[in-house]
C-alpha cells in the first residue's frame, strides 16, 4: 500500500465552523506533513511530524490545529477560518531516516471558506 | 538558504514529441537530492524521477531522463515519446540529505500542455 488517503476530498465552510482534515497511511512512515497550495503554485509546508510529535510549524495562524493520534493518522483542526485560507491542503508523508526516499502525498481537500 | 527556480511557466508539446523542462538551484551543500513531481489535475503529486548529487550518472526512469549538471546548479526534466497523461503541472524539488523528504524546497513549477 503506498497511498495516502485524505478525507474529505472538498469541504466547504463558513467563517464560524469547526471542521477536521483526515490524512492516512499504512506505509510505516513515521514523518508526515501538511501543505497549503494555491492554484498554480508550489505547495506550502505548514507542519511536520517525526514519531508523532510536532517538530515544525511553519508559522502557521493558531486557527490551524494539527494533530497525529498515532503513527498512521494525521488531523488538521479548523476553527474560525478567513476566505483566504481557501485552497488545496495536502498530506505527505515519508520515512524519517532520509536518504532515497521521496514524499508520498494525497489527493488533498480542496476548502474554500465561505 | 536553497533556492529553487524553474524559469518556464508553461510548456506544450506536441503528442510522441520530446520536451524538455528546465531546472537550477542554488545550494552550499556537495550531497542532496533532487526530484521531479507531477500534479495532475486529479492533484495527486506523484514523484517522476529523484537524482541523488553524489552519482554523476543521470536517472532514467522509462520515458523521464534528467540532465543533472553540479556544477552548473542545474537539473532538467526530458520527457520523450510524450502523452497526453503527461500533462500535468511539474515542479522541480531540492532536499539536502539531513532533512526529511517532504521539507524540501520546491520550484514555483511548470505547467506542462501535451497537444494531440
Known amino acids: 500500500d503506498t497511498e495516502v488517503t485524505q478525507t474529505p476530498k472538498h469541504l466547504v465552510m463558513g467563517m464560524t465552523n469547526k471542521k477536521s482534515l483526515k490524512c492516512e497511511q499504512h506505509m510505516g512512515h513515521r514523518a508526515m506533513y501538511w501543505y497549503k497550495q494555491k492554484a498554480k503554485k508550489p505547495p506550502e509546508l505548514m507542519f511536520v511530524y517525526s514519531y508523532e510529535k510536532l517538530s515544525i510549524n511553519e508559522s502557521v495562524p493558531s486557527r490551524f490545529s494539527p494533530e497525529c493520534p498515532n503513527s498512521s493518522l494525521l488531523n488538521l483542526h479548523l476553527h474560525a477560518l478567513q476566505p483566504e485560507d481557501s485552497a488545496l491542503y495536502l498530506c505527505a508523508s515519508s520515512h524519517v531516516t532520509y536518504r532515497g526516499t521521496e514524499a508520498f502525498f494525497g489527493q488533498g481537500t480542496r476548502l474554500t471558506v465561505v | 538558504a536553497q533556492t529553487v527556480t524553474q524559469s518556464q511557466p508553461e510548456m506544450s508539446v506536441q503528442e510522441a514529441e520530446t520536451v524538455t523542462l528546465s531546472c537550477t538551484y542554488d545550494t552550499s551543500e556537495s550531497d542532496y537530492y533532487l526530484f521531479w513531481y507531477k500534479q495532475p489535475p486529479s492533484r495527486q503529486m506523484i514523484l517522476v524521477i529523484r537524482?541523488?548529487?553524489?552519482?554523476?550518472q543521470n536517472a532514467t526512469e522509462n520515458r523521464f531522463s534528467v540532465n543533472f549538471q553540479k556544477a552548473a546548479k542545474s537539473f532538467s526534466l526530458k520527457i520523450s515519446d510524450s502523452q497526453l497523461g503527461d500533462a500535468a503541472m511539474y515542479f522541480c524539488a531540492y532536499s539536502p540529505t539531513n532533512t526529511n523528504a517532504g521539507k524540501s524546497t520546491f520550484g514555483d513549477g511548470t505547467t506542462l500542455t501535451v497537444k494531440p
Open positions: 537524482q541523488e548529487a553524489y552519482k554523476q
